[in-house]
């Protein structure tokens, strides 16, 4: 089994920065891909943004590309991301996840618990 560690949320102004972190343990995966979803009270989950396994590939939401940015750090198994400009919009409980293999966004199967970022305008 997988358990994964978010960190990194907080109370920041509209326009501000955070960098959320999620830390991987237990079992290993030669390849796998993680993602970020948020989910705001009385609202659906959504997808944010995903890293591929190698690092190579980037996805994002509409709704934040040009202002977030996922990465990952191997040595670590560690997926970062790094919030700027942020909305009050933006509010809402950040979960990490992964999903085994290659990104296809259907295939997720390890859920962190969620850090709650808080945008105030």
């Known amino acids: 089994q997988v358990q994964l560690v978010e960190s990194g949320g907080g109370l920041v102004q509209a326009g501000g920065s955070l960098r959320l972190s999620c830390a991987a343990s237990?079992?290993?995966?030669?390849?796998?891909?993680m993602a970020w979803f948020r989910q705001a009270p009385g609202k659906e989950r959504e997808f944010v943004a995903a890293?591929?396994?190698?690092?190579?590939?980037?996805y994002y939401a509409d709704s934040v590309k040009g202002r977030f940015t996922v990465s990952r750090e191997f040595a670590n198994v560690t997926v970062y991301l790094q919030m700027s400009s942020l909305k009050p919009e933006d509010t809402a409980v950040y979960y990490c996840?992964?999903?085994?293999?290659?990104?296809?966004?259907?295939?997720?199967?390890?859920w962190g618990k969620g850090t709650l970022v808080t945008v105030s305008s």
């Open positions: 996840a992964v999903e085994p293999g290659s990104w296809s966004g259907v295939g997720l199967k390890y």
């Open positions: 237990g079992r290993f995966f030669n390849s796998y891909s």
């Open positions: 890293i591929n396994w190698s690092g190579g590939n980037l």
